[in-house]
């Protein structure tokens, strides 16, 4: 009996160790079935080191079924609302998790569309905002008891290469996040995750399955039920040979035969496959009539579901073809960085997964890194959320620390009397192995071939990845100050345009207050009452048009020619209601205008006054007798001795 020698990998495993496992998709795709067995990490490297998926089995005995039911879930969190995806149009809608949740398994409590057909609703990396450990402690733990391989997996997996990187950087939201989506089982040619590129590995576990209304699935034969069967309107039967499409009998027997909820139908296609399986969609593209702009990626886009004419014309004309794995309840799908996959719910299922970074497949990492740069800067896919690069710097320093200060040790296998001596198949594992790796590195040898590497020479390999990874650092970091330089420099451009800007609004501010101030004086000065039109003289200042009280010329013995522009202003005052006269010269005046309250309103005084001084000028300009004088006085005569006899004229 001879060792297994894997590609590309420093260690052999010996076949009587071997963990209990099956091989699916035509022994492209491995399946586990005890994803806590220790012996799982030789065998499950073999296939993710070469871009295949690994299928784990029988999870399900170790979930608290009761924590992962949509009452569960509906009872907790049913007042929060959230983004759901219609999956057939892609539409996006804002609903609260009860309603959703309310129509997880009951058709009838679904949302409906315009055309009063219930909605195919996905609730897509949720929680969206909050850690997954922080926001639902219990269903966490009870994740982390059945996740496998978690050397690789757990957030502080041994061989997770970011785990390695510092807190002083951003740490990279790796999960644990929920996919929760209706069945989509009528609906063949649409998916419930459409084909997509993850990047970076990742692990998928349905926690729970529930069997939607409209769906019913024959698991003994291959034989449809009869129509008296359906008791609902819209409810569909169908074979597990037919639902599951080119699934193998592997599959298919293991599903009967355990009777295994069925939830998903996955298709995988293998990393190399990436630019045939583009240029396949952009030949269809075209033939439909449509191209993509510039900046976008028909994977990358995340808006095409391969169906099964599809897949088997891509088989056709390219030579390609995918994994059909069927996902039951308990089951974990293992899929490794730059695998395009897709899937499609064949009933309601409640999914988590959590995304690591795997040593294996770190190119791939960088690769996938690379494509995204060249999308547009409006693409939702743009942004480098991994920090590969720093990734990749710090996991290769961590290895470089553990071989110098932690040499690895000789072991000898025994299996069928032959000796195979040689090193630890990993530093690190010396340095912080779980308790259980005794057992695990029992059957994993490093051959003392004379090909194999010394230790020094592992080391030096090392230093000049790291010296790699340094320079290539190092020009990311000059690219990323020139472009810090050059957005520095539009900065202050920007800023002197905009104080430029800020000078011209505060002039054009001050000028427009001005012409508001000069209009308001003009205005005011136009209310001011006109003079003669023969008159040239300027308009009295403010200081002059002020009321003054009357003064009656007779009292002061002269008459008083008042200014003109003034009595234009003045206002005139009311009149006493009775009249005062100082002599009898008066009374006929008074007689004259009747008492206010028995007639009309008494003329104005300036009226009154301009009578009063004509009628007195003239009587002093026309003489009259002493006589005359006494009688209209009421005097007697008496002519006094100072004044000359009168005439006799």
């Known amino acids: 009996m001879h060792c297994i020698s894997v590609t590309n990998l420093p260690f052999t495993i010996c076949p009587t160790d071997e963990t209990p496992h099956d091989l699916i998709c035509n022994g492209q795709v491995l399946a586990l079935k005890d994803g806590q067995d220790p012996r799982n990490t030789p065998i499950f490297q073999k296939f993710h080191q070469k871009g295949n998926a690994v299928v784990v089995y029988g999870l399900q005995g170790g979930i608290n079924s009761g924590l992962w039911t949509p009452e569960s879930f509906s009872k907790h969190f049913g007042h929060e609302r959230e983004r759901v995806v219609n999956t057939t149009t892609l539409e996006v809608h804002r609903i609260s998790l009860k309603d959703f949740f309310d129509g997880f398994e009951d058709v009838n409590e679904r949302l409906r569309n315009e055309n009063g057909d219930p909605m195919v609703l996905k609730l897509k990396d949720w929680p969206t905002t909050w850690d997954f450990k922080e926001k639902l402690p219990q269903w966490y733990e009870d994740f982390m008891k059945v996740l496998p391989m978690k050397n690789y997996t757990h957030r502080d997996g041994l061989y997770n290469i970011a785990r390695y990187l510092p807190n002083i950087y951003c740490t990279p939201d790796l999960g644990p996040k929920m ?13 419930s995750t459409v084909l997509h590129i993850d990047i970076s590995d990742a692990v998928n576990i349905i926690m729970y399955v529930g069997e939607s209304q409209d769906v019913v699935i024959n698991y003994d034969d291959d034989v449809k039920a009869t129509n008296s069967e359906s008791t609902y309107l819209k409810r569909k039967v169908y074979t597990l040979r037919e639902i599951c499409e080119d699934t193998d009998d592997r599959q298919l027997d293991r599903i009967r035969r355990d009777r295994c909820k069925l939830g998903a139908l996955w298709h995988i296609f293998h990393p190399n496959d990436i630019d045939k399986i583009r240029h396949f969609i952009h030949k269809v593209l ?72 795997s040593p294996e497949r770190v190119s791939f990492c960088l690769k996938h890194t690379q494509e995204i740069r060249h999308l547009s800067k409006n693409h939702l896919n743009q942004e480098d959320k991994l920090q590969i690069k720093n990734l990749l710097y710090h996991g290769v320093k961590e290895c470089v ?42 059957s994993i040898q490093v051959s003392n071939t004379p090909g194999r590497d010394s230790k020094d020479s592992a080391i030096e390999r090392l230093k000049a990845e790291l010296e790699a990874v340094k320079m290539a ?11 810090l330089d050059t957005q520095q420099a539009e900065y202050l451009q920007a800023k002197r345009y905009y104080d430029v800007e800020k000078r011209a609004n505060t002039s054009l501010k001050s000028e427009v207050t001005r012409l508001m101030k000069l209009q308001e004086q003009t205005s005011s000065s136009q209310r001011l009452p006109q003079t003669s039109s023969s008159s040239s003289q300027p308009i009295p200042s403010l200081m002059k048009v002020v009321p003054i009280p009357y003064t009656n010329p007779m009292e002061h013995g002269r008459s008083q020619q008042a200014d003109p522009h003034i009595q234009e202003l003045r206002k005139p005052e009311p009149r006493h209601p009775t009249m005062r006269s100082s002599d009898s010269r008066h009374s006929s005046d008074a007689s004259k205008h009747p008492h206010p309250r028995t007639s009309e309103i008494p003329p104005p005084p300036e009226s009154r006054q301009r009578s009063s001084s004509a009628s007195s000028a003239e009587k002093r300009k026309r003489p009259i007798k002493l006589s005359q004088y006494n009688e209209m006085t009421g005097k007697a005569s008496k002519q006094p001795t100072t004044h000359p006899p009168p005439s006799s004229e």
């Open 473 to 483: 650092h190092a020009a990311d970091k000059k690219t990323f100050k020139d472009l």
């Open 401 to 442: 620390s553990v071989l110098r200060n932690h040499p690895p040790a000789k072991e000898v296998c025994t299996c069928s009397g032959a000796a195979h001596s040689g090193a630890a198949h990993s530093a690190p594992a010396a340095h912080s192995a779980p308790a259980h790796s005794n057992t695990a590195n029992a």
């Open 286 to 357: 075209n033939e439909n009539g449509q191209t993509l702009p510039t900046g976008h990626d028909p994977i990358h886009d995340q808006a095409m579901y391969l169906d099964k004419d599809m897949r088997k014309r891509l088989f056709q004309e390219y030579g390609v073809k995918g994994w059909p794995i069927a996902q039951c309840e308990g089951d974990a799908v293992m899929i490794p960085a730059g695998a395009p996959h897709q899937v499609r719910n064949l009933q309601s299922c409640i999914k988590i997964a959590e995304d690591f970074v």
């Open 179 to 191: 996919y929760i989506a209706y069945s989509n089982a009528n609906n063949p040619n649409e998916g």
